[in-house]
């Protein structure tokens, strides 16, 4: 995963269905391109980590089981 500084315009940013509907500004954005996804946080929109499918499933892979947990 890489980070990049900048706003990425013309980009659909989809938000995490855990943020909710009263326009949170906390929450996470995903984006994709044809041969990369694009995240971000909401209140911090130019930082945007940019991955591929494998590597984010593994990320969320190993949320999901804990192993990321102090």
Sequence with gaps: MTCERGRMSGLAWQKSSFSGPDGNKECVELAATSDALLLRESDEPD???????????????????GRLNP
């Design 47 to 65: 930082a945007v980590l940019t991955t591929g499918p494998a590597r984010l499933a593994a990320l969320l892979a190993a949320m999901k089981a």
